[in-house]
């Protein structure tokens, strides 16, 4: 059966974004996490799939899928990529977007308005690699009983508000056990856990 990865940045107190909902990397106006580093390496060879296609084209990179052949997301995360111009920003995988509000402009990117539990209960079924969940944290917060793996980056920053890793409103006690760590000299931190 296919695992659900929520694979994502974070600051050190814990937010994936800042309030705006914006990008956070470094290359962007007022953008906090470090896009290159001694850590970009080893994530680029790891995780090529994550990469946004534009980025992929830019850096030549043509790696094939390693780890996840789906990728999820919250509207709000997919309108990120639509700011930097793409409406489908990983076009070498399955695209959801979780949303009520708008259908897809992208024949390639599904709008799903479905409860996301049993769009991701019924996705692990299907034959596959690894789903990917990219954004953002109310989604994640929603799929938490599904979350099978958390890959965390924690950056070497505090921005004190924005959207939290898990930012539904309700909270419960969550036990997770630490599976893998490395440490860069960029002070990144990547971080892998499953639930205890």
Excluded at 7 to 31: E, R
Excluded at 85 to 112: H, I, K
Excluded at 144 to 162: C, F, S, T
Excluded at 165 to 176: E, K, Y
Aim: hydrophobic share 35%; charged share 20%.
């Amino acid at each position: 059966m296919r695992e659900l990865t929520y694979f994502i940045a974070s600051t050190l107190d814990g937010y994936v974004a800042d309030p705006s909902g914006g990008d956070p990397t470094d290359t962007s106006p007022g953008g906090f996490f470090l896009a290159q580093g001694d850590h970009s390496e080893p994530l680029l060879t790891a995780y090529p799939e994550t990469v946004p296609g534009a980025v992929r084209e830019y850096l030549g990179l043509d790696a094939e899928n390693r780890v996840f052949d789906t990728v999820l997301m919250g509207r709000n995360t997919w309108e990120v990529g639509k700011s930097h111009g793409t409406t489908n920003p990983y076009p070498r995988l399955r695209s959801y977007v979780f949303t009520r509000t708008a259908q897809s402009p992208d024949p390639a990117v599904e709008f799903v308005a479905d409860d996301p539990v049993e769009v991701v209960r019924e996705l692990k079924r299907q034959p596959g690699l690894g789903i990917w969940l990219c954004g953002g944290g109310r989604l994640a917060e929603t799929l938490w009983p599904e979350i099978d793996r958390l890959v965390v980056k924690v950056n070497p920053v505090v921005i004190g508000a924005g959207v939290k890793l898990f930012d539904g409103g309700a909270f419960d006690v969550r036990r997770l056990e630490l599976t893998d760590h490395q440490v860069y000299g960029s002070g990144v931190a990547v971080l892998t856990y499953r639930q205890a």
